[in-house]
């Protein structure tokens, strides 16, 4: 969910500070408004956004002194908020790998992962292009993208604006979108080129050609 309006600036806010208080475990209008100082009709207001929002959910009750209390926890849209530490782990074995083996065993390697990926995911002989093309934007979103199908002069790319699901590692390692190009050419069973940006900010394009 980086990129979204859910930053840095967020978890500096009152519900920013609800969704931390959640992950620790404090899931009840009452013990929240005991942490952060607020009212209850305060707390509630911001549970009843971030349940709009995606990021909460009632789960259970907690039995009180009138009247049951309800549990309030975070969902797994939420949990993506927070760093993971696989992002890092996977940064440091690429430069490790990168320091041992060349590039052509490196790019190798990743198709191999990239095989192994979409392993069970691929097409029917007769499935259309579109159809195999859409099959692999949903694939793709399962992994954290946020991919959509463009078409323009007859042709079709498929391409992410925000939310690459390899936004940590791009910048450092171009050569993660060579393995998001091998995963959809093996998902789709055609033949796909990554035109990708690669930067701070990468934006993901990958160019549908024709069939392997």
């Known amino acids: 969910m980086k990129g979204t309006k859910f930053g840095q600036n967020f978890f500096e806010s009152s519900r920013g500070q609800v969704v931390g208080l959640l992950r620790r475990g404090i899931g009840t209008v009452e013990e929240l408004s005991v942490e952060l100082g607020l009212t209850d009709n305060a707390v509630r207001s911001h549970l009843a956004t971030l349940e709009r929002d995606g990021l909460v959910e009632r789960r259970g009750t907690q039995r009180g002194l009138r009247k ?35 590039k052509e065993e490196l790019e190798s390697i990743l198709k191999e992962v990239a095989r192994s990926l979409s392993a069970g995911n691929t097409p029917e002989k007769a499935e ?50 060579r393995l998001a190009e091998s995963f959809l050419s093996e998902v789709t069973g055609l033949e796909i080129k990554e035109h ?13 050609l024709e069939n392997t």
């Open 68 to 102: 049951p209390h309800f549990n309030y926890v975070l969902t797994h849209e939420a949990e993506q908020l927070f760093p993971k530490a696989y992002s890092t782990l996977f940064n440091q074995l690429l430069t490790t790998l990168k320091s041992r083996i060349g």
């Open 196 to 208: 990708c940006e690669k930067g701070e900010r990468p934006k993901c394009c990958f160019e549908v």
């Open 128 to 177: 259309t292009t579109e159809s195999r093309v859409k099959r692999a934007i949903s694939t793709f979103e399962s992994m954290g993208g946020s991919p959509a199908l463009k078409k323009q002069d007859g042709k079709m790319s498929i391409s992410c604006v925000t939310s690459c699901p390899f936004d940590t590692s791009v910048s450092k390692h171009p050569e993660v979108c």
